[in-house]
């Protein structure tokens, strides 16, 4: 099994020397500069909003299209359900407020 992605058992960390490359892929590689990492961490890549946890009674049918969709999206299907609610009600407080 590839440990880290790598492939045969190698590190991804592992340095990969390009010798055999096309040129100017080459002078390209050898021509670039390593940047820092400019990504947030993991935890700071989305916001936990505050939320109340509740009891809702749905239709079987609006379940099975949520839980087929979140399936094929690999989202849970009650975030899915969290974002039509949110983007509803964001919908709503825009135009009352036109």
């Keep these: 099994m590839p440990v880290n992605g790598g492939k045969d058992g190698k590190n991804m960390k ?19 500069e390593i940047i820092d990492d ?9 916001l936990k909003e505050q939320s109340v946890r509740i009891t809702i009674n749905l239709s079987v049918p609006v379940v099975k299209f949520f839980k087929e969709n979140a399936g094929k999206s690999g989202v849970p299907y009650q975030l899915m359900i969290t974002k ?9 407080i825009i135009s009352a407020s036109s």
């Design 84 to 92: 039509i609610l949110d983007s509803y009600v964001e919908t709503q």
């Design 14 to 32: 592992q340095k990969i020397n390009y010798k055999n490359a096309p040129k100017e892929i080459a002078e390209a590689i050898a021509s670039s």
């Design 38 to 46: 400019f990504l947030p961490p993991p935890d700071k890549l989305v």
